[in-house]
């Protein structure tokens, strides 16, 4: 991975969060945060690039809003860019909340990219250890914008850089203070797409040797329809045809029995899973908009047995 691809990813990603939090009433994940790090100029390029590429994403829409940029903006966005990363994130955050009360003590973000958890949450300083683990460009540039917009780093936040997919994860996590002793909490959240389904079993089984029981994992999985389904204006094909453009083709999909398979020979239970229809129903329901959740995406909430 290059360091501008890396921080070109994890802008998109921003931007997503900051245009919800700016423009989409209701919210379903309020990143008010997100804003401060990606600038005003990478705002409106990423927003010149979103409008100009309206035709590959669909052609009606482009000739429909010719002369109405920002609903051209406002599709791309609520239809193709957002849905899973703000229902993923709210489902994800909420979980870990209960799972604190339950006696959590350290929080594993894994692909954090430019996530604000630890910044909205200041009052968990002393509660909740938070480790961040991504490619060591992606965590340098995040340094960098928080240093600019004059975030500092508490102590309760560590930086783990690596390559998860290569890496010994444990040891490095070790190295920057996780203790295997305490009760874990893990985020996998838009990654496991991109990794193959034996990559996925041996992360997993890592993760999860050696910590306590009732330790957890959250994290998004596409179902076997993913490289079938084009979903809501051809999206699914979009997002599969977009990934494989940009050089990280998504790799992996799943029936429910063998995400269940996987997840029980690491030693770990189903306790919640959300399909499709469910998180729409949960997260989207009585909207005006354009956001609805994404075909084919499914939630898993597993718990160390």
Known sequence: MEKNESSLTSLISAFGRAYH?????????????????????????????????????????????????????????QVQLSPT???????????????????????????????????????????????????PSTQDFKRNRLAKSNYQIPDNLHFVPMDFTKDIILQNLIDEGFQLNKKTFYSLLGVSYYLTKEE???????????????????????????????????????????ASASG?????????????????????????HLSPDVINNKFFSDRSDYLKAFETIHYIHAVKK
């Open 21 to 77: 939090n700016k423009y989409d009433t209701p919210k379903i994940f309020d990143d008010y945060i997100a804003k401060d790090l990606i600038t005003q100029k990478e705002f409106e390029d990423i927003r010149k690039n979103m409008i100009q590429g309206i035709h590959f994403f669909n052609h009606e829409i482009a000739i429909k809003f010719q002369d109405q940029p920002d609903e051209i903006l406002k599709w791309i966005t």
């Open 85 to 135: 990363p703000l229902a993923r994130a709210a489902y994800c955050e909420k979980v870990l909340f209960h799972e604190m009360v339950l006696g959590v003590e350290q929080y594993v973000i894994l692909g954090a990219g430019l996530d604000t958890f630890c910044f909205r949450n200041p009052e968990l300083d002393t509660k909740l250890e938070i480790f961040e683990v991504d490619h």
């Open 200 to 242: 996925i079993s041996n992360l997993v089984k890592e993760l999860f040797a050696e910590i306590p029981l009732g330790s957890s994992i959250v994290f998004d999985y596409a179902d076997d329809k993913l490289f079938e389904e084009k979903g809501v204006s051809n999206r699914v094909q979009n997002m599969v045809q977009m």
């Open 248 to 272: 990280e083709p998504m790799k992996s999909c799943f029936t429910y029995d063998e995400i269940e398979k996987l997840l029980e020979d690491a030693g770990l239970l189903i306790y919640e």
